[in-house]
């Protein structure tokens, strides 16, 4: 399946894109954090990050479905 | 839409003007204002990020959960993005409300809440070059030490 991954702040940062498309065999979005985490230095362990999935926030064990737009985002600071 | 993510400056007087009501008996606003330092360090901009759809989607739903825990008449709130620099205005909050503890209570739980769960991320540039992605749960960060 087909997934889009957007990156935010420190995450985009340490990935060096803002937004990637990602061919994946299922799972959910904690694992596909982690695997991405690993494969490119993100930084942040999955518990630190928020998660949202086609823009309604979620929680990591949240399965994958195709066409799904995943966002991973560091702790909110604004204010 | 009561909550607004906004490339362009705020004018708080405008956006006052629009929580005027001959029913409302007090209005307490909050400006969030660009310092000049932080953690001892002289910050000379900073830029804020956001996730823009679900800024606007989490910010509504906060004043939703205000306007169900207090009991309040208006309220609109305001977060800047792009560059900044110091002095200039961050995010503006109105709450306006038949009686003042309401609006009090209500402008302190907006500004509380946005910061900790809208999807928007500060990040600082220091007069040394050198910069920050600002992280409020990292413990070397005094803001969690402070109160």
Redesign the interface.
């Known amino acids: 399946m087909n997934i889009t991954v ?1 990156y ?3 995450l ?2 340490n990935r060096g894109l803002a937004e990637e498309s990602v061919e994946t065999d299922g799972g959910t979005v904690g694992g596909l954090y982690q695997s991405l985490a690993e494969q490119h230095s993100l930084g942040l362990p999955i518990e ?1 990050i ?1 998660t ?1 999935r086609n ?3 979620c929680r990591p064990e949240t399965p994958l479905e195709d066409g799904d737009i995943i ?1 991973f ?7 | 839409m009561r909550f607004q993510v906004s490339n362009e400056p705020v004018d708080p007087a405008s956006l006052r003007s629009g929580l005027l009501s001959k029913t409302a008996g007090g209005y307490c606003s909050f400006e969030g204002w660009v310092r000049n330092h932080h953690l001892g360090r002289d910050v000379i901009r900073l830029e804020y990020e956001a996730y823009p759809s679900l800024a606007r989607k989490q910010g509504e739903s906060v004043l939703a959960q205000a306007f169900d825990q207090y009991d309040i008449e208006n309220a609109i709130a305001v977060h800047r993005t792009g560059s900044l620099e110091p002095g200039e205005l961050a995010i503006w909050i109105g709450v306006s409300a038949a009686h003042r503890d309401a609006a009090f209570e209500a402008c302190r739980y907006i500004i509380d809440t946005i910061k900790e769960t809208v999807p928007i991320w500060k990040h600082e540039f220091y007069t040394d070059g050198t910069e920050v992605w600002v992280d409020p749960t990292d413990c070397s960060c005094a803001h969690s030490h402070e109160e």
């Open positions: 957007l935010f702040a420190q985009k940062q630190q928020r949202a823009e309604v926030f966002a985002m560091p702790p909110m600071s604004g204010g």
